[in-house]
């Protein structure tokens, strides 16, 4: 059975950078895209970004000029990063498994809240 | 860039049909997938490939897709089934969601 498990700091402060980590267990991340999506307290999914493997990358454009995804196979690991945060990035951060068009596998979530 | 409308709330009868919509410019040319998220949970694919069923979803769960519209439609629908439904797609290699439909059971 696929299992995704987010980890990272539940509290960031604005204007410093927001960092999570993904760890994959029961299917290889080789395999697959991996992608990352959040939700703010009371809203809507949305779309961060996605990653494969071998390195090739798409984020929200909307996102694209703060965010960064990377992975460690060695791990089983991908990570999200997003720079200069706001109180508007407070919000539930999920990951998944992009398998075709559709995200199959989710973590729990984490929520990360921005505030000094 | 690509937007999905779905309506932000449904209200259905226990054992009555729900049908969510989900629109989108020439939506029906693209895969669609659709999600339930209770609360305090992680989004569930209840529907991709516009019709398919992962396995343990309930066969009350369907999906169609043509023209500019996306539809899951529950059949019998359960007290269960309470829960905000997201429809998704592709538009070129970006990941697009709906806005979310909270269908009520009452």
């Known amino acids: 059975q696929v299992q995704l498990q987010e980890s990272g700091p539940g509290l960031v402060k604005p204007s410093e950078t927001l960092s999570l980590t993904c760890t994959v267990s029961?299917?290889?991340?080789?395999?697959?895209?991996w992608s990352w999506i959040r939700q703010p307290p009371g809203k809507g999914l949305e779309w961060i970004g996605y990653?494969?493997?071998?390195?090739?990358?798409n984020y929200s454009p909307s996102l694209k000029s703060r965010v960064t995804i990377s992975i460690d196979t060695s791990k089983s690991q991908f990570s999200l990063t997003l720079s200069s945060v706001t109180a508007a990035d407070t919000a539930v951060y999920y990951c998944?498994?992009?398998?075709?068009?559709?995200?199959?596998?989710w973590g729990q979530g984490t929520l990360v809240t921005v505030s000094s | 860039s690509y937007e999905l409308t779905q309506p932000p709330s449904l209200s259905v009868s226990p054992g009555q049909a729900a049908t969510i919509t989900c629109s989108g410019d020439?939506?029906?040319?693209?895969?669609a997938s659709w999600y339930q998220q209770k609360p305090g949970q992680s989004p569930v694919l209840v529907i991709y490939?516009?019709?398919k069923r992962p396995s343990g979803i309930p066969e009350r769960f369907s999906g169609s897709n043509s023209g500019n519209t996306a539809t899951l439609t529950i059949s019998g629908t359960q007290a269960m089934d309470e829960a905000d439904y997201y429809c998704?797609?592709?538009?070129?290699?970006?990941?697009?969601f709906g806005g979310g439909t909270k269908l009520t059971v009452l």
């Open positions: 020439k939506l029906g040319d693209k895969y």
């Open positions: 998704q797609a592709w538009d070129t290699t970006t990941v697009v």
């Open positions: 998944a498994r992009v398998n075709g068009y559709n995200l199959d596998y």
């Open positions: 029961g299917d290889s991340i080789r395999s697959y895209y």
């Open positions: 490939q516009n019709n």
């Open positions: 990653m494969y493997f071998r390195g090739s990358t």
